[in-house]
């Protein structure tokens, strides 16, 4: 079992930024960030490999985010930049500690998630 602690997230303006973090209870292979606002389908942001710090980004998120690791502190870190009120979303802190890979931003590589985070963009 791995237990995960976000924190972070919160209500800003259009343009403004937030940094959201994860800490696992022990390593992991990949650490990645999902979202998912109401009436839509969960998606993934960003995504972070342990070993050579690998990223993975969805098109919306590449220019404006970035992902980071702290792998001594099991810790992920999504700095995100530029929000926009679409970036509205519930985001979930998902880790897999034993790979099945199907991509970094597919679900289905990740063995764990969290509760996750709210963050909400005003224009």
């Known amino acids: 079992q791995v237990q995960l602690v976000e924190s972070g997230g919160g209500s800003v303006q259009a343009g403004g930024s937030l940094r959201l973090s994860c800490v696992a209870s022990?390593?992991?292979?990949?650490m990645g960030w999902f979202r998912q606002a109401p009436g839509n389908e969960r998606e993934g942001v960003a995504s972070?490999?342990?070993?050579?710090?690998?990223?993975y980004f969805s098109d919306s998120a590449k220019v404006r985010f970035t992902i980071s690791r702290d792998n001594a502190n099991n810790t992920v870190h999504l700095q995100m930049n530029s929000l926009k009120p679409e970036d509205t979303a519930m985001y979930s802190c998902?880790?897999?500690?034993?790979?099945?890979?199907?991509?970094?931003?597919?679900?289905?590589?990740?063995?764990?998630w969290g509760q996750g985070t709210q963050v909400t963009v005003s224009s």
């Open positions: 998902e880790v897999a500690i034993a790979i099945g890979w199907a991509g970094g931003l597919n679900r289905r590589s990740y063995n764990y």
């Open positions: 022990r390593d992991t292979i990949i």
């Open positions: 972070i490999i342990s070993d050579d710090h690998t990223t």
